[in-house]
């Protein structure tokens, strides 16, 4: 059974940072990929990143601004968001969810696992 548990979540001033954990567990090899989606308050579920074990590919949903970083460390089975300089915007419910292909992609739908979720507030 799969299971992704996230943490890291909680208050931050806006231009902090942030780094954000999902620990992966159940998948039967390295066969697969794991993508960070934000769902602010009253919009859709949105792609932030995606970390592809098999090959280490990373994926990011803007075009990299030197804000976002993700990364996984199999000896933890985790992969870790760090995002630095927040802004307001950026509040919002932050999920890890897994995919049993090794491409990484910006659909929501194409994941079959989700965690519960780890609230992040960007406020001053």
């Known amino acids: 059974q799969v299971q992704l548990v996230e943490s890291g979540g909680g208050l931050v001033q806006p231009g902090g940072s942030l780094r954000l954990a999902c620990v992966v567990s159940g998948f039967h090899d390295d066969q697969h990929s794991i993508g960070w989606f934000r769902q602010a308050p009253g919009k859709e579920r949105e792609a932030v990143s995606c970390?592809?074990?098999?090959?280490?590919?990373?994926a990011y949903a803007d075009a990299p601004r030197g804000r976002f970083t993700i990364y996984g460390d199999k000896a933890k089975s985790t992969v870790y968001l760090e995002v630095k300089n927040m802004k307001i915007e950026e509040t919002g419910l932050y999920f890890c969810a897994g995919r049993e292909h090794y491409v990484c992609k910006r659909d929501p739908a194409q994941y079959s696992y989700w965690g519960q979720g780890t609230p992040v507030t960007v406020s001053s």
């Open positions: 970390f592809s074990w098999t090959d280490g590919r990373i």
